[in-house]
């Protein structure tokens, strides 16, 4: 309650990688609950699936049980490892949530990484019910189980696919002001968005950049759109 | 509320981004949310033990009734902490009887306690202070779709509690020792007052681990709900934007039309490599890297391009570009730590490479010594290991002949002629057993020095009667040697002593049969 920070914080959930052609990576590191969430939806597919083949395999007697045994066991330890390495790192729990995994520098993972961390499941589940890797979660920066930090790896929310922006239309005009990437992003992000805010949210926002633009209000709002539209490519 | 003040990212996140940012939060400020979150918890924990003292059964569910007032305290830290002023002790206690007493206190404990999105709804109750009609408006605008989110994450906490009890309660059964004899059932058992107790105690310590979390995770769907719906994100970024572009006008913008030039005319610096510089322009030598990095080199041409060029505007960027801040070749040869900023260069004399030598010559004569050490070593052990030397030790000791002898005793009297008559004399004495010891270590010694039997150290009474009845072939002999055996074990070992006659002619005969040598040693 006493403790003011002297440094500002800036939190946020990103993980930030370099690849080695020096382009940043931003990636949404996931957190418990969607985890939580996922690991949930998994163990009733998992079940599901093997309370269907119980019933089909009972069937055939006690061999039929022992082919079940082999299911459990296959289902227990290699279920998650084999869609995080053939099906883009995500278990259809984890793509329902828009999880998946990946090792912690950016890479798909590989075998090594998606066994040992699927291994380590029982380490995680220690001392039950996954205490320990809920506390290791909430201890770590990147949300990594004790398996996680084991293997390299991390969860993470996978990108949309980017979409073309749908711009309000009008007139394009070019800025009076060079802009950098954030900024042109900013603008091309207003226009898109002015529809989904009420007009007056539209014009305060517009009119923090009234000085620059010289208009205010609606005609200010209008302005920065058409500056948007010339950035997205629309021809004067 | 000042946004440019708040000290997380207001990126457009998807809802369980936002409860990840709640973790963080609660996270990087600990130490004061769980104080302001112990400072009230705790304290009604005990109280409410004492109340229900005698039904401690209730105690768990009256504190699980007034969590919606537990949380309060820790949203109270968050929102401040969040806008760059976390408050302080007396800050915190004024506002406490206000967070527990006002603000729906009633309601929340009453009609809204069953409310599923509580973290989410709590925001608007506790910090936008609405009430009513305008609060249910409020709380519909902002409800869809973070409202589904906040149930999610209330399911998701629930049944993280109860697992963390359930993982406390297995941590303490493992870490029990074997010698208390503990059920891990025994662990859940409530029927006593002390096992009430515990779990009560656990339950506090999971919902303890849980709820400010879970309160924060509340907190930040509802500011990402906002952030979407009032274009946060955009109000931060133009309010930048508008701060980067204001001072100087456009001073400032010509000066980022420069900057961008100057950008412009780094990029061909690829195309000049592969022309290859001029030999015709010799390189300043001030520039002394240039030798070294072919980037510098690049750098170089280009200025030295430019420099010759027949504008003026070029000339003057070739007179920018030799200012220090834009001299951006530097060749750094030594390894350093990336927080050190530190740029001065270690001494750069070239290393004596003698010292590495002599260290190496030295490290070489150690690892031979060693080399040398282990084999000498290895040798010794071996030596002694082997039954080699067992065997050595045994012909040395045979060698010796007499004093291998059976019994305690060595011999103290020599096996000579006499014999015979000292162990008469022994026995006449009364030392029946000592009388026939000397006449059997006699018998022994004789049979080793003067028929060569290899009689052991380890051989028995019956060994060495066998090893004579294969070796020697005088039945006279062995009839004697028979006879002193059994004579010798009655008395050794089963304490009966011979008739006289039998011990007398013993002694008697002896001479005859070894006493011929007066070779035997002394």
Known sequence: ?236 | MPLETIAAELRRRNAWEATDLGMVMVRQWLGSIYAAWFTVALPLFMLLHLVCWGHWWLAPWLMWWLKPLLDRPPLYILSYALFGDPPDRRQFWRALPGLLLRRQAFAALTWRRLDVARSFTLPVTQLEGLAGKVRRQRLRDLSYPSRGAAIWLTVVGLHLEIALDFALIALVWMLTPDFIALEFFDLLDDSSQWGQLWLNVVGFCGLSLVEPFYVAAGFTLYLNRRAWLEAWDLELGFRKMAARLAPAGRVAAGLAMLALGLGLLMIPLENFAAEAPSRSNPPPPAIEESLMNPLCEQRRVREVELAQAGSSIKQALAETLKEPELHVCQVQERWRWRDDNSTESPPRSPPDPRPGQWFAATIELLLWLAVGLFIAVAGWWLWRRTPRAFTRARQRAAQSGPRLVQGRNEITIPPDAGLGDTAWRLWTEGQPREALRLLYQGSLAGLAAQHGLPVRSSATEDDCLRLAVAQLANPELLGFLRRLTRAWQAIAYAHRIPDEADARSLCLEWPRHFAAAGALPA
């Open chain 1, 1 to 236: 309650m006493s403790t003011r920070s002297p440094t500002p914080v800036f939190l946020d959930t990103l993980r930030h990688v370099e690849t080695p052609e020096g382009i940043e990576l931003s990636l949404r590191v996931a957190g418990p609950v969607a985890r939580v969430l996922a690991w949930s939806m998994d163990s009733l597919i998992r079940y599901g699936a093997l309370w269907v083949l119980l019933m089909v395999l009972a069937m055939l007697g006690e061999g039929g049980m022992g082919l079940w045994l082999i299911a459990l066991f296959l289902t227990e330890w290699f279920y998650p490892a084999l869609f995080e390495v053939y099906a883009g790192g995500a278990t259809p729990g984890k793509k329902a949530l828009g999880l998946k995994v990946i090792h912690a520098n950016g890479t798909p993972v590989d075998w090594p990484g998606a066994l040992i961390r699927n291994l380590l499941r029982a380490v995680d589940f220690l001392p039950l019910l996954y205490g320990f890797g809920l506390v290791a979660m909430l201890c770590n920066r990147n949300f990594q189980r004790l398996g996680d930090l084991a293997a390299g790896t991390m969860v993470i929310y996978r990108d949309p696919a980017a979409a073309m922006p749908q711009l309000p239309p009008g007139r394009a005009l070019p800025p009076p002001f060079p802009l950098n990437t954030a900024e042109q992003q900013l603008l091309i992000d207003f226009a898109e968005r002015s529809t989904t805010l009420n007009p007056e949210r539209q014009a305060e926002l517009a009119d923090l950049l009234a000085r620059q633009t010289g208009l205010y209000g609606v005609a200010g709002v209008e302005r920065l759109c058409a500056h948007a539209r010339w950035l997205a490519g629309e021809p004067t």
